[in-house]
């Protein structure tokens, strides 16, 4: 296997990845909840993980501000977030392996643990 280089690395990685999320425990939320256009989301997906792991395109999205209406709907909780970066790593094993892949890995964990706290945080917030 080799690691994670170019933006055709980006492409199979991101697509094989949503290609479990559609199937999984979390698929309702893009399928059901969102109700994701793939063919626009998976781009901006690809732009932004080209962002993160390779700092060569602005990302001009809003992860945070794309996923409070859905936790408005359906509380996106722990367990989720712990459920979509187990399918990231796995994902990430299955294809590549190196320090990007290792770097996409833990990129990944740090935003699964902060959408996990403002998604907890907001929540309890909406409670009171």
């Known amino acids: 296997m080799k690691d994670i280089v170019s933006q055709d690395d980006i492409q199979v990685l991101v697509n094989s990845f949503y290609d ?3 199937t999984s425990e979390i698929g309702f939320f893009f399928e059901e909840i969102a109700k994701v256009n793939w063919e626009k989301h998976l781009p901006k997906m690809y ?3 080209e962002s993160v792991l390779f700092a060569t395109v602005k990302f ?13 709907i359906i509380p996106m909780e722990k367990k989720h977030f712990e459920a979509w970066l187990q399918l990231w ?5 299955e294809n590549f392996f190196g320090e990007m892949a290792e770097s996409a890995k833990n990129k990944a ?5 902060l959408m996990s706290f403002k998604m907890e945080t907001e929540t309890k917030l909406k409670a009171k």
């Open 60 to 72: 001009d999205g809003n992860p945070m501000g794309a996923h409070f209406p859905i936790n408005e």
């Open 89 to 93: 790593k796995e994902t990430v094993d």
């Open 109 to 113: 964990e740090n935003i699964a643990k």
């Open 20 to 22: 479990k999320v559609k």
């Open 47 to 49: 732009i932004f993980w």
